[in-house]
C-alpha cells in the first residue's frame, strides 16, 4: 500500500522518524525546499528514506507556511491508496488533496497540533471554524498528543477518527549518548567543557524575545544570591544574542556562558547530561523530550493571557515530578524553585526516576512511530 506524506519541509530532527515509519510502511516522502532567510532547512541531501522533491510556492516573503505545494505530480507518479498532510490553514494545497480525493480515490489523513496556541474556540474563531470544516472533511487526523484530541473530540462529528502519535525525538540515539556519558563520568565532562561549577542550569534554543531568556538571567541572578557556585550554559543564537549579553554585563552576572549554536547532538547531550535543570521560560517544546532523555529536569511557566503558549510535549510535564510549571511571571518564585531543588537531592533523584520512566512509557520513538502506523492502517481498512 502506497502511502504518501507531504511535508512543506524535512527539518533535522524528523529524519529518523520517517526513516523509522519507511521501515514499517511503503511510504514516500514529498517535500520541497524552505522559505529564504527561515531557520529551519529542508535536509534534501541528508535523507536515507523515500523521499520525493516538489515546488513549494511561498506566497509571502515573511510567512513561511503561506504555501502552496505540487501535490498533483506525485499523486499521478504514485498513485497512493493514502496520502498524510502536514496540516496548517496556511498549506493552502491541503484544498488541492481534498478536491483530488474523489477522482484518485485515497484516504486523506492530516497530521498536526490541530489548532493554534492550545485553544480551539470555533464558536468565536472564523479560523477554528475552518480548522473543524477540514478536520470533518478528512479521513482522520494524527495529532501530537492526547490533550489536542480531547479537545478536538467535543467539537468533530467523528471523535473515532482522531489519533494520537505523541511527538518525540530520536530517543533510541538521544539514549545512547547518555550511556557514552555515563561511561565517561559527570566530572570528567564538566572539566572537557570548562563548566566547573557545583550546579549547572541550562537553556538550549533560538534567542528570539518570546524564548524570554532575559526573564531567565532574571531568575539566575536571584538564584546565585543563594547558590553562589553555580552556572548557566545558554546554548543558541538568534536576534538577541547581543542584547541579552548586554543584560548580563549590566546586571554583574558571573558563570554565564553564551555557547552559540550547537547543532551536533553528542555536544547538546553533554551539555545536558552535565545539567541539573533545563529552564525553559518560554513556550516548551521537543526540548522537554531532549532534556529527559538526559534524566534533566525541566522547569518553564504556566501559560499566562500572553503566553507562553506550551506545545502538546508539556503533557509530558508533570509538576513536581519531572519538574515545574511556576506561576507566570513570578521571577521569585521560579528562582526559588530552582534552589529548593537543587538543595534537595532526594528530590532530584525521584525526579529523575520518574522522567526515565516517562520516557519509556510516553515519549519513545516506538511509542510514535506505532501510534502513526495504526492510524494509518485503522483509516485505510475502516474509513468510508
Request: contains cysteine; hydrophobic residues 40%; positive net charge.
Amino acid at each position: 500500500m502506497k502511502i504518501l506524506i507531504f511535508q512543506r519541509i524535512i527539518p533535522h530532527y524528523r529524519i529518523p522518524i520517517f526513516k523509522a515509519l519507511s521501515e514499517k510502511m511503503d511510504i514516500v516522502v514529498c517535500h520541497g525546499k524552505e522559505l529564504p532567510g527561515a531557520f529551519l532547512k529542508d535536509e534534501e541531501g541528508n535523507l536515507n528514506f523515500p523521499n520525493c522533491f516538489i515546488k513549494n510556492w511561498y506566497l509571502s516573503k515573511t510567512k513561511e507556511n503561506l504555501v502552496v505545494q505540487n501535490v498533483v505530480a506525485p499523486i499521478l507518479k504514485y498513485h497512493p491508496k493514502v496520502i498524510v498532510s502536514e496540516f496548517s490553514l496556511g498549506i493552502l494545497s491541503i484544498w488541492i488533496l481534498l478536491a483530488l480525493r474523489p477522482l484518485f480515490r485515497y484516504k486523506l489523513i492530516f497530521w498536526s497540533h490541530g489548532y493554534k496556541k492550545r485553544k480551539f474556540k470555533p464558536q468565536d474563531s472564523f479560523c477554528d471554524r475552518v480548522r473543524l470544516w477540514l478536520i470533518n472533511a478528512s479521513d482522520g487526523i494524527i495529532l501530537y498528543g492526547d490533550e489536542a484530541r480531547k479537545v478536538l473530540s467535543r467539537h468533530v462529528k467523528h471523535p473515532e477518527k482522531l489519533f494520537v502519535a505523541p511527538n518525540t525525538l530520536n530517543t533510541n540515539e538521544l539514549l545512547q549518548i547518555r550511556s557514552r556519558c555515563e561511561q565517561e563520568g559527570k566530572q570528567h565532562i564538566k572539566n572537557r567543557w570548562g563548566l566547573n561549577h557545583k550546579y549547572i542550569l541550562i537553556f538550549i534554543g533560538r534567542l528570539l524575545k518570546d524564548k524570554q531568556v532575559d526573564f531567565l538571567l532574571r531568575v539566575f541572578k536571584e538564584v546565585q544570591k543563594k547558590l553562589i557556585d553555580s552556572g548557566l550554559a545558554i546554548v543558541g543564537d538568534g536576534p538577541e544574542r547581543n542584547f541579552l549579553q548586554a543584560l548580563t554585563r549590566s546586571m554583574n552576572l558571573k558563570n554565564v556562558y553564551f555557547l552559540g549554536e550547537i547543532t551536533d547532538i553528542q555536544k547538546t547531550g553533554e551539555l545536558l547530561y552535565i545539567s541539573d535543570l533545563m529552564i525553559i521560560p518560554g513556550r516548551l517544546g521537543l526540548s522537554v523530550v531532549h532534556a529527559f532523555c538526559f534524566d534533566t529536569p525541566v522547569i518553564s511557566q504556566t501559560e499566562g493571557p500572553n503566553g507562553p503558549f506550551h506545545g502538546p510535549e508539556v503533557e509530558y510535564m508533570k509538576s513536581g515530578k519531572t519538574g515545574f510549571l511556576t506561576p507566570c511571571g513570578d521571577i521569585t518564585n521560579m528562582a526559588k524553585t530552582i534552589i529548593d531543588i537543587l538543595s534537595n537531592p532526594t528530590l532530584i533523584e525521584r525526579m529523575k526516576f520518574n522522567i526515565r520512566k516517562t520516557v519509556k512509557e510516553r515519549c519513545n520513538l516506538e511509542l510514535m512511530i506505532n501510534k502513526y502506523f495504526e492510524a494509518i492502517e485503522k483509516v485505510s481498512k475502516h474509513c468510508k
